[in-house]
């Protein structure tokens, strides 16, 4: 250890990852559409969303539904490209739920309080570093993919993400050469000539994340998929919540975006030229939600960020 209590540069886990604890610092660029706020059903007097296809891995779906449902409050289709990290460059997909409560047990003579914060319940990041870091560091709930992003002349993006070996969906619905995520990113006319300055500051701690202790990969995953409670020598610890107001900041632009997964045919859709239309999503439905983000997005260059350590909860 160093003299400031981190870890040397060189120092790693005990499945041999380079340790990386909070507060993180990072530079990046990256693409944010909102989408619509999910819908709820009251069940015994809880909120429980409706959730879409392929909100979050299978073997961490239970406790990534934990908590009760805020409705009203949308969802988020995130892309990421980092260049300057702890753990260095790499790439990530991120797909946030809508926002959750959760209650902490009062002390002796507190009364009951509310927690509440946004969830990320489906996370693809490119490098095992990230991934291990970030599920021990704050509760998130990341995977891994392999990502291929195209800048063009004319501004625009082609931004894909494909299936790592091995996946934990079904053989078959596996398509390890074609993306599970893919769409087309352009500059708006004129409007996204605008460069705007953005701080997530102005949001105050409404972009809360609040996410709950995940657990280890399935078998035959990566080791990088450590369950959340686990201690850099392997030993486990009590599960916590992690609460985190992460610090944004960066130049904005309007963008918008062109879907461009193929998810079969349309069966109801139009018939051009004696054939049906395919549907096209932003995803797959399986490995990631085919959610409809808003038309109208941003795109954040000279990004700024800062991971601090949680609040455990």
Request: charged share 20%.
């Amino acid at each position: 250890m160093t003299a400031a209590g981190q870890p040397s540069r060189n120092e790693t886990d005990f499945n041999g990852i380079l340790l990386a604890p909070a507060p993180w610092q990072l530079k990046a660029r990256m693409w944010h559409f909102l989408v619509s706020p999910l819908k709820a059903n009251a069940i015994n007097g809880k909120s429980n969303a409706v959730f879409p296809a392929g909100w979050a891995a299978p073997f961490q779906a239970e406790p990534l539904a934990e908590g009760q449902f805020v409705t009203g409050h949308p969802g988020v289709v995130m892309l990421v490209q980092y260049t300057d990290t702890p753990v260095g460059p790499y790439d990530e997909l991120i797909y946030i739920a809508g926002k959750f409560s959760m209650h902490k047990e009062p002390d002796s003579n507190e009364t009951k309080t509310a927690e509440t914060g946004f969830r990320i319940t489906r996370i693809y990041v490119s490098t095992k570093e990230s991934a291990a870091n970030g599920r021990r560091n704050w509760n998130i709930a990341k995977e891994l993919a392999e990502f291929k992003y195209t800048r063009h002349s004319d501004g625009s993006w082609d931004l894909a993400v494909f299936p790592t070996s091995p996946l934990e969906t079904p053989a078959e619905v596996r398509r390890p050469n074609i993306p599970f995520f893919h769409i087309s990113i352009h500059p708006i006319p004129i409007l996204g000539s605008l460069c705007i300055p953005f701080n997530f500051n102005i949001l105050g701690s409404y972009f809360r994340l609040l996410d709950p202790p995940i657990p280890n990969g399935p078998p035959g995953s990566s080791p990088a998929l450590v369950k959340s409670n686990t201690n850099s020598d392997g030993s486990i610890k009590e599960p916590k919540w992690a609460s985190l107001v992460p610090g944004i900041k960066g130049k904005m632009r309007l963008v918008t975006y062109k879907p461009k997964v193929d998810v079969g045919l349309d069966l109801e859709g139009e018939v051009d030229g004696g054939k049906k239309k395919a549907h096209l999503a932003i995803a797959d439905g399986v490995n990631f939600p085919a959610v409809v983000p808003w038309k109208l997005g941003a795109y954040l260059e000279g990004v700024d960020m800062h991971f601090d350590a949680p609040e455990w909860l």
